[in-house]
Each structure stands twice: as structure tokens, then as C-alpha cells.
């Protein structure tokens, strides 16, 4: 049977069919896209962590071509992700996404280091960028082979203090590897045409606002692990390791800094209403004087553990959350102190979701943080608990860190609440860990135990308790502190006040509404903010300078004091005062 030609049909029937591919082709776009975007969270991007096996070695590397539509319908190679096949995708666009029709992925071929060993294979033992001038010394030694992109591998004998056993793209000139045995290549990849005006990294963030070095965010950086050469000393240890070395000191003090809403991302960050202002606030560097202002207060405070109560990412703004996490925990890393991280409402905004970020944490030095049991509602539910100075196998803090979730998708517009289901799992956690704890004061009749425990809840969205500033008398609840903004509570009380007053919380700390930074006496409970860290955030109601907010415990008198500090005077402490104080019970 012949088809009649379209010449042959009515100019109707003509528009008609042309009409109906293009609307189907939109259709089929659409739903492609939406499929894409509504994947689960846990495929929202492939995360590397364990980069093949103990004796795994990079034998080869080469990059990927994929062609496509903005990301989409990718013509290429399926990404391999798998560590038991021979090569691996780093599951990262060295375009960062920059390009509407292709993408870039770097594979890497592994082998068992004993084959090699056997056959006398080699292995790839340096890598470097090779700019124009180096290019030709490259060509003429044969040991190397240039790949593209300005990269260029070494290979030869396998060498367990060289060999290298993992491969990462990190992006921006910031770009830093916390991890032990990884080391970031100086040099960016030849993405795209080299700055003539290569300006370095700056290290002081007002050295120069006359040039945008933003120009500079999207660059590729290699990062290369040799995971044979760390000792085991400096191996990541686990979780639970890290969370068994929390303690008080020997005077029973136990210092925590509070970060909030640092709002880092991959590059070097747009600065958001700086105050005090800049000259030229396009060319300010956020993520350079938030990780400046971080730093001092580090070495003035010199904390026991550091708690990050979300939004530690711009999610939406940065391209590589990955990257934007390394820059944040690499100091704290270096001064091998332990953090605890909860998750804020943009942290997972970004390519990597709330599952992935904690399995992120979970394989970094000196991070307590724990995804939490599945069957509590979010990630990021968990207990830490600190070692008493006094008794030695008892505990004298009880820390509860919860997932305050994102935006409510019940028919209570805003922000959404903490579960039945959290309050539960609080609850559970106190009458666990109750038998452990130091008793502090005289038993009340709404405590469940013989005595109240020195302990705090950390999160990130405030409870609706925050914005009631009157008692049910109208008189006024004591406050220290800025209130600036409108209280961001959720619409719906779901009660956890109740919880934390029933198993004696003594402070209960969040961020999330950057221009308030006061602590509030509710009855028995006090409720702080920690002050927003990060330039890359909102600030402005008049003018807020960034802030960071410090808690001193003390299980030999029983305390918890506080204190801040400001970006503008990281040297001087400000609001300080005594928020328990055991013997007054």
C-alpha cells in the first residue's frame, strides 16, 4: 500500500499533522524533562565516595563526549558509576553545565594492584596541567601523555607513595580536598580559553573590588587521591569513633561554636546586602570573608565541636554542593575538630540531596553527623552525647539534632514542622541514654528521670514558640538580643517544645531568619538563634553584620553561658550571659 505524499494533502491536513508533531515533540520534551526533575532525591546525582577497592589503581583515564539538549538526552556512553566495573565516570561536566549541546565526563580505567605487580602493567603516578609554554617539555617525554584539556598523565612502576587511586572534579578557585591522600591539581583544566589576567586567589576579601574575579567560578580543578600513601593514623575513622571522643575537658568545660546559614557555594560567592557596605558589592567576595571571619573565630575560641545548623549551601546558587562542602568542614578539618552538621531548607536545593550529603559527611575526618534511622521523618535526626569531666562513665551533655525539613507540603502554607514521628524518636533517645546521664538539680514532677541532664536541641527552622514574645499575663518574656525580621516559624505547631520541656532541654538553638540573633526565655527553655555566618546570604534590615554564636558548658557548676561575635570585631565578644545555671534549680 503507497502513502499518499504530504504534497498531495490539504494545506488543512498539512498544518494539522505539522501542528501535532510539534506539540507531541513538546510533550515528549516536557515529560522527559519532568521525569528527569522528579526523580528521587537519592538519583539526583551520582555521588563518588568509594572509588573502587583497597587495591584498586588508576591504570588509565581519558574524557567523554556526551552530546544533548541542555542536559538532556545525552548521545553518549552510559555514565559508569559501578566500582566493580573496570572504569569510572566522574559524574561531573567539567562545563558545569555551561553548555547547552554537550557535555564532558573524565572515566578512569582501575586495576588490582597485585595484577599489576604480576604482569608489569604501570600505573598513572602524576598528573598536571600543562599550560602553552610547558606543552612542548611534556611532548618530549615519553612517560607522559597528554589526554586534553590541558591535562597531562604520567605513567610508570606502581609506586604506593605516587600511584594515584581515585580521581574528583572540584570547581572555583577555592576548591580545597579535606580528605586525606587527595590532592588538588594548582592548576585549573583548559575548559575554556586561559585569563591573561591570571589574578590568583585572593586571600584578603577587600584586597581588590576594581576586578570581578568571579570570572573565575566556573574553573575546573582535578583532585587525585593516593589512598596507599596515607598512614593509618590519618585515616578517616567512623562516625561512632569520632562521636566516642567527645568530652569535657579536664576544668569540665565543653565549648561549642554554632554556624549558621554560612550559604557557601562553589566559586568564590556574590556578597548579599554586606554591611558594613562595600564599594563595589558585584566584585565582593562572600565565600572569601565568611570563611576568613569562620577562621579567626576558630582561632580565638579554639572550640570542642562545631554545630552547623543548615543552610551550610546555597543549594540554588552553587553548581557543585560537593565543592561547597569541602571549602566549609577544610578548616575544621585541619584543626581536627569534630562537627556536627543538620540540614537546612537550601542545602539540598542544589545537586546533591539530603541522603547523599550525609553519606558525603559520613566518609569526611572528624565528622559526628549520622543521616539517622529511616523510620524518623527527614535526615539528619540524631544524639551526641559528651563525656562527663567528673564521671568518667557517665555522660554530661545530651545533644539532639533534628531535620526541620523545607517547605510544608500539607495544606498549612510556609515553612513545614517537625513530625509526630521526630518527637517520638526525642523522646525514645532521652529514656535510652537517660541511665547515662549526670543528674543536675532537684527531680521535678514533669521530669522522667531523677534529675534534669545538661542538654540542648540544635536544627534549623525556629519552633512557632519563637515569635510568641508575651506570656498568656502579657507580660513580656526576658530577650536578649536583635530581633530584626519577621519570626519564620511554621504555620502548624506540632509541639516539640513540649517534648524537649518534658525531658529538661535547657537551650534550644537554630538559624534560618539571618537578621535575629536574640535568645528568649520560654518558661523552662531558652530560644536562641545562632546569627546568620555567610555573606552569600541575605542580610539588610538596616544593616546586620555577620555574626557567630558560642556556647560554653560546664559539668562541674552545672552552666551553659553564651556569647557572640561579629565579622566587624571578631576580637571582641558581645551579649554574653548565663543561659542555666543548674545550681539555681
Known amino acids: 500500500m503507497r502513502f499518499t505524499s504530504l504534497r498531495r494533502l490539504s494545506k488543512r491536513s498539512r498544518r494539522a499533522i505539522i501542528y501535532s508533531t510539534v506539540c507531541l515533540t513538546c510533550l515528549f520534551l516536557f515529560l522527559r524533562i519532568r521525569a528527569k526533575r522528579s526523580q ?71 586495576e588490582d594492584k597485585d595484577k599489576i605487580l604480576e604482569l608489569g602493567s604501570s600505573t598513572i603516578n602524576e598528573v598536571h596541567v600543562a599550560m602553552e609554554k610547558e606543552k612542548e617539555k611534556v611532548d618530549d617525554d615519553l ?19 605516587k600511584s594515584i587511586t581515585g580521581v574528583n572534579f572540584l570547581f572555583g578557585r577555592m576548591a580545597t580536598d579535606p580528605r586525606p591522600g587527595w590532592t588538588v591539581i594548582e592548576k585549573p583544566l583548559e575548559v575554556d580559553l586561559q585569563k591573561e589576567d591570571n589574578l590568583g586567589l585572593l586571600e584578603t576579601p577587600d584586597e581588590d573590588l576594581t576586578t ?28 561512632a569513633s569520632y562521636q566516642t571522643e567527645l568530652s569535657f575537658k579536664e576544668d569540665g568545660k565543653f565549648k561549642i561554636l554554632q554556624v549558621a546559614d554560612a550559604h557557601l557555594v562553589a566559586g568564590y560567592g556574590r556578597c548579599r546586602d554586606p554591611w558594613p557596605t562595600v564599594s563595589n558589592e558585584e566584585a565582593c567576595l562572600a565565600d ?86 529511616g523510620y524518623v521523618s527527614g535526615y539528619g535526626n540524631y544524639v551526641l552525647t559528651v563525656t562527663s569531666s567528673e564521671q568518667g562513665d557517665k555522660n554530661g551533655l545530651i545533644m539532639y539534632f533534628l531535620d526541620s525539613h523545607s517547605y510544608s507540603r500539607s495544606k ?6 517537625l513530625k509526630d514521628d521526630q518527637k517520638v524518636f526525642v523522646q525514645n533517645s532521652y529514656t535510652k541514654n537517660s541511665v547515662n546521664l549526670v543528674p543536675v538539680g532537684k527531680i521535678t514532677t514533669d521530669r522522667t528521670s531523677d534529675g534534669r541532664p545538661l542538654s540542648m536541641a540544635f536544627f534549623h527552622i525556629p519552633l512557632p ?78 544593616g546586620t553584620s555577620r555574626r557567630l554564636r558560642i556556647f560554653e558548658i560546664d559539668d562541674k557548676n552545672n552552666t551553659i553561658r553564651t556569647w557572640k561575635r561579629l565579622q566587624t570585631k571578631p576580637e571582641e565578644t558581645f551579649d554574653e550571659e548565663v543561659l542555666f545555671d543548674g545550681a539555681k534549680l
Request: charged share 25%; hydrophobic share 30%.
Open 40 to 110: 528521587s532525591a537519592s538519583e539526583k546525582y551520582a555521588l563518588l565516595l568509594d572509588q573502587g577497592h583497597e587495591n584498586d589503581v588508576v591504570v588509565d583515564m581519558k574524557f567523554s563526549t556526551c552530546h544533548g539538549l541542555f542536559g538532556y538526552f545525552p548521545f553518549c556512553r552510559k555514565s559508569i558509576t559501578n566500582p566493580d566495573s573496570a572504569w569510572i565516570r566522574v559524574p561531573k561536566d567539567i562545563y558545569l553545565g555551561r553548555r547547552w549541546s554537550r557535555q564532558v565526563f573524565l572515566d578512569y580505567r582501575l
Open 143 to 161: 612517560s607522559w601523555d597528554t589526554i586534553g584539556y590541558g591535562i597531562t598523565v604520567e605513567r610508570g612502576r606502581y609506586d604506593p607513595e
Open 212 to 239: 570581578d574575579h568571579h570570572i573565575y567560578d566556573d574553573e575546573c580543578y582535578m583532585s587525585v587521591q593516593r589512598r596507599n600513601a596515607v598512614s593509618e593514623e590519618d585515616s578517616v575513622k567512623s562516625t
Open 288 to 373: 572569601v570573608r565568611t570563611m576568613n571571619f569562620i577562621t579567626s573565630v576558630l582561632d580565638i575560641e579554639k572550640p570542642d565541636l562545631i554545630v552547623m545548623t543548615g543552610d551550610q549551601v546555597f543549594g540554588s546558587e552553587s553548581k557543585d554542593v560537593e565543592t561547597a562542602m569541602f571549602k566549609l568542614v577544610k578548616p575544621f578539618v585541619d584543626r581536627k575538630i569534630p562537627y556536627a552538621v543538620m540540614m537546612g531548607n537550601h542545602d539540598s536545593e542544589g545537586n546533591l540531596s539530603r541522603k547523599q550529603i550525609y553519606q558525603l559527611l559520613q566518609s569526611l575526618p572528624y565528622s559526628v553527623s549520622e543521616a539517622g534511622p
Open 412 to 417: 498549612v502554607p510556609g515553612y513545614d514542622f
Open 465 to 542: 514558640e519563637y515569635r510568641e514574645f508575651k506570656t498568656p499575663d502579657n507580660a513580656d518574656r526576658p530577650i536578649s538580643g536583635s530581633y530584626k525580621e519577621g519570626c519564620t516559624a511554621p504555620m502548624y505547631n506540632s509541639h516539640m517544645y513540649d517534648v524537649f520541656k518534658g525531658i529538661g532541654v535547657s537551650v534550644v538553638s537554630v538559624g534560618h531568619d539571618h537578621c535575629n540573633d536574640y535568645c528568649m526565655k520560654y518558661n523552662d527553655i531558652n530560644l536562641c538563634y545562632g546569627g546568620a555566618v555567610g555573606e552569600g546570604g541575605y542580610a539588610g534590615y538596616g
